[in-house]
Nanobody
């Protein structure tokens, strides 16, 4: 069983920054074997992919809406994936989730991921 715990959400003004963390753990869990994705869900909207990072070569992918503003990275020694969010906009307001799947690259669709964290709220005020 894999556990994912997000942290770092909060309230920030437009133009500000936040860094989300996703700490992974579990019996027999090997961080290097898992692709990790960040997703978000705003009220009344479907969950959407924000960014993901592949296991192995660490390839990264971003939704068009966050390209140039968000950066995903991983610290394998800490079993943690980060999402640095800069130049935040009110439309970035959502609950942010990290997800993991034991594969090389899981992509940006929620159905591709087996394990999910509980989410962390990000609110960007105008």
């Amino acid at each position: 069983e894999v556990q994912l715990v997000e942290s770092g959400g909060g309230l920030v003004q437009a133009g500000g920054s936040l860094r989300l963390s996703c700490a992974a753990s579990g019996s027999g869990f090997t961080f290097d074997d898992y692709a990790i994705g960040w997703f978000r869900q705003a009220p009344g909207k479907e969950r959407e992919g924000v960014s993901c990072i592949s296991s192995g070569d660490g390839s990264t992918f971003y939704a068009d809406s966050v390209k140039g503003r968000f950066t995903i990275s991983s610290d394998n020694a800490k079993n943690t994936v980060y999402l640095q969010m800069n130049s935040l906009k009110p439309e970035d307001t959502a609950v942010y989730y990290c997800a993991g799947d034991r594969t090389v690259a899981a992509g940006m669709h929620p159905s591709s991921y087996e394990y999910w964290g509980q989410g962390t709220q990000v609110t960007v005020s105008s």
